[in-house]
């Protein structure tokens, strides 16, 4: 069965303090690891899509990573407006859907 | 360029009604997915449309159904409503099929009452 397993749960961090968020997942076939950002009341936000381990993708303070089991969002000097939860997931090998982790909640204090 | 469209936005329904959610996906988009999220179970997949076919379904009662026009917008119904469909439920457009990234709604929050 597809599964994604996201880590820590939630996580609180100081202005400016460098963390990552930890997206584990076992797949039959992997054609796509995706990266969202959901603020409360609001959809998820698309950020990155990872298709094969090695791969890199950056925008502003956050870097995704992809392995062959899980996939790291590094966050590089966050700011307060950081803040939000981090969805990642998966679409399988022949499936039409994202299977999506829990989420991360991310919270930056000033 | 507009973003994916859902309406209502929030909706009250009483145990046993049926309801409609509509979606429509970014201008040139032909797939159309539909999600529900709760603070239980996540958000969980519900079925896919691309030209008019429902592409895949996920493991939901047949209470839940939809479907999607010739212009790409899509709907989605719920019949004989329970407490448990409470959620938040999202539409998300893609340019094709494919592993492409989806564009998510901002949601139709609904509450079962």
């Known amino acids: 069965e597809d599964q994604v397993t996201q880590s820590p749960e939630a996580l609180r961090l100081q202005e400016g303090e460098s963390s990552s968020l930890n997206c584990s997942y076992t797949?039959?076939?992997?054609?796509?690891l995706f990266w969202y950002r959901q603020d409360p009341g609001k959809g998820p936000e698309f950020l990155f899509t990872?298709?094969?381990a090695g791969e890199e993708k950056e925008k502003e303070r956050l870097k995704a990573t992809l392995t062959k089991k899980e996939s790291f969002l590094h966050i590089t000097a966050p700011k307060p407006e950081d803040s939000a939860t981090y969805l990642c997931?998966?679409?399988?090998?022949?499936?039409?859907?994202?299977?999506f982790g829990q989420g991360t909640r991310l919270t930056i204090n000033p | 360029k507009a973003g994916v469209t859902q309406t209502p936005r929030y909706l009250i329904k009483t145990r046993g009604q049926q309801v409609t959610l509509s979606c429509s996906p970014i201008?040139?988009?032909?797939?159309v997915s539909w999600y529900q999220q709760t603070p239980g179970q996540g958000l969980q997949f519900l079925f896919e449309?691309?030209?008019?076919?429902?592409?895949n379904k996920g493991n939901f009662p047949g209470r839940f159904s939809g479907r999607q026009f010739s212009n790409s917008r899509s709907e989605m119904n719920v019949s004989t409503l329970e407490l448990g469909d409470s959620a938040l439920y999202l539409c998300?457009?893609?340019?094709?099929?494919?592993?492409?990234?989806?564009?998510f709604g901002p949601g139709t929050r609904l509450t079962v009452t």
């Open positions: 449309y691309f030209s008019e076919t429902q592409r």
């Open positions: 998300a457009s893609m340019i094709g099929t494919g592993a492409y990234e989806q564009y």
């Open positions: 990872l298709y094969s």
């Open positions: 797949v039959s076939g992997l054609r796509g």
């Open positions: 997931a998966v679409r399988p090998q022949g499936a039409q859907k994202l299977v």
């Open positions: 201008s040139g988009h032909r797939s």
